[in-house]
């Protein structure tokens, strides 16, 4: 990595950061933590990699999650086993049973709009601070950015959100509160910084944290920049190849004493900063679903055909061929024609395939009704309740997800009112800086009784926007009166 001698960095100390550790975190992360995240990755989006159509390479292009096959699939070359240059690489079948499930689980947990309530005391300082976070929220990105947050959280099991004053470059503020701005930090290119005294990061934030891109023109050489948050600032560094020099600097305009970072962690692991997301407990059972769907594959290629043994024909090379709809006759009592060969089946081999996809089933909690895919008898689907039984485990983990998501969420407001104090955009207290999140229901029934049940919540005193959240509208959405 670029920038690692004792020259780089070197006016991070100025903030209280030791240039050294900041090197040696950001190497250890493009070496170690990089890879590890690219693979998971790999493994959520299946990219397809073009490569030459030919003998070698088949079909002309590979997907991600190929890297999980066994040699004796993917490059039968390499263990000896096929000498053929026809046979180099079989035939393989991928199923990506990984994002449909992240997938659904995004859709369960960030599908509808949420309601952000401010808890100030006064009424109406309470309205102003919700609607000035709705314009922020809905200005960096709204509902969009909450599922891409939550993309990366559960690919990766951890995400960051920055809370920043929009002065960069070709930003414009059309109103006051669009001055501050909501980023999703990709955890590929976020590398955290703690002290050495934290020994439990879940209760410690962070001293610092790096954000690396790079940039590259044809022609020209690979750049990186580098942003440094501080409890005081930030700091912009550039390395094209001959270290990290700053370039740029800024005060901290969000709440100076504290990087202004909100963490989230997908599902918690213990001590430690990074959490648990769904695609690493999954990927050893996708391989094996990859590879015994390739195995089926070709056997049923192998045995799809019907084929003929001529015995006592006299049959030579250039003879007619033995086939459905031909007669022979011989005088020899001993000829005959046996036919073989046609997919026979495999209980066995369903069976197993079947139990991957039910472990992966278990493993997620996401089985395939929770997309409207129906396999067996569940009872009454019209009914409720049927559902929840149904989608039980779904629904539980959503919700311990709505606690660690909305625990950032709440955080990121609450930097956002700093900001917007610091600005002298919105003047509040740190008390009045307190937001709690009103979610829809994960599951709702028919429309009739959907309205039925608002109706009811309203007449016991149940407040009219928590009732037009759970049924998925806003106070501004077109025909709300």
């Known amino acids: 990595m670029n920038g690692t001698d004792q020259t780089s960095f070197a006016e991070a100390a100025d903030e209280g950061i030791d240039p050294g550790v900041l090197a040696h975190a950001i190497d250890s992360h493009e070496r170690h933590t990089k890879p590890r995240l690219a693979m998971l990755w790999d493994y959520y989006?299946?990219?397809?990699?073009?490569?030459?159509?030919?003998?070698?390479?088949?079909?002309?292009?590979?997907?991600?999650?190929?890297?999980?096959?066994?040699?004796?699939?993917?490059?039968p070359a390499a263990l000896g086993i096929d000498n053929d240059d026809r046979l180099r690489r079989r035939e393989v079948v991928i199923e990506n049973d990984i994002a449909w499930r992240v997938g659904t689980m995004i859709d369960f947990l960030f599908g509808k709009p949420i309601r952000l309530v401010s808890t100030a005391a006064d009424a109406g300082l309470a309205r102003e601070i919700e609607r000035a976070l709705e314009r922020v929220?809905?200005?960096?990105?709204?509902?969009?950015?909450?599922?891409?947050?939550?993309?990366?959280?559960?690919?990766?099991?951890?995400v960051d959100l920055r809370v920043r004053r929009a002065d960069e470059p070709g930003e414009r503020a059309t109103l006051p509160e669009h001055a501050v701005r909501i980023d999703v930090l990709d955890p590929r290119q976020t590398v955290v910084l703690h002290s050495a005294e934290a020994f439990d990061t879940r209760d410690a934030g962070p001293m610092g944290v790096a954000i690396r891109r790079a940039t590259k023109l044809p022609g020209q050489r690979e750049v990186w920049h580098t942003q440094v948050l501080t409890p005081t600032g930030v700091l912009t560094f550039k390395d094209a190849g001959d270290g990290a020099r700053l370039v740029a600097s800024a005060r901290n305009g969000v709440r100076p004493g504290e990087v202004p970072v909100a963490h989230i962690q997908n599902a918690a692991t213990g001590a430690g900063w990074a959490g648990l997301g769904e695609v690493e407990p999954l990927v050893s059972l996708q391989d094996e679903l990859n590879t015994r769907l390739s195995d089926r594959a070709y056997r049923v290629t192998l045995q799809s055909f019907?084929?003929?043994?001529?015995?006592?024909?006299?049959?030579?090379?250039?003879?007619?061929?033995?086939?459905?709809?031909?007669?022979?006759?011989?005088?020899?009592?001993?000829?005959?024609?046996?036919?073989?060969?046609?997919?026979?089946?495999?209980?066995?081999?369903?069976?197993?395939?079947?139990?991957?996809?039910?472990?992966?089933?278990?493993?997620?909690?996401?089985?395939?009704?929770?997309?409207?895919?129906?396999r067996a008898r569940i009872g009454n689907l019209s009914s409720e309740n049927a559902l929840r039984l149904t989608l039980q485990g779904l629904l539980s983990r959503t919700a311990r997800k709505r606690i660690a998501y909305g625990r950032g969420i709440t955080r990121a407001c609450g930097l956002v009112l700093d900001a917007l104090h610091e600005a002298g955009v919105l003047r509040t207290k740190p008390t009045d800086r307190t937001v709690r999140i009103e979610w829809p229901e994960a599951i709702t029934g028919d429309s009739e009784s959907a309205v039925r049940g608002a109706k009811e919540k309203l007449e016991l005193g149940i407040t009219r926007e928590q009732v037009l959240t759970e049924l998925g509208y806003a106070a501004g959405d077109p025909g709300v009166q």
Do not use: C
Request: hydrophobic share 35%; net charge negative; glycine share 14%.
């Open 45 to 75: 989006r299946n990219p397809m990699t073009f490569t030459t159509p030919g003998v070698r390479d088949g079909r002309g292009y590979r997907l991600g999650q190929e890297r999980g096959l066994p040699l004796r699939l993917s490059n």
């Open 137 to 158: 929220w809905e200005s960096s990105g709204g509902l969009t950015l909450l599922q891409e947050a939550a993309l990366y959280g559960h690919v990766f099991g951890h």
């Open 306 to 374: 019907k084929m003929y043994l001529v015995k006592g024909l006299g049959l030579g090379a250039g003879d007619r061929p033995v086939g459905p709809g031909l007669v022979w006759s011989t005088d020899n009592p001993d000829a005959h024609i046996e036919a073989f060969g046609g997919d026979s089946a495999s209980p066995s081999e369903s069976e197993h395939i079947e139990q991957i996809r039910e472990a992966m089933d278990k493993v997620s909690a996401v089985p395939p009704l929770a997309t409207g895919v129906v």
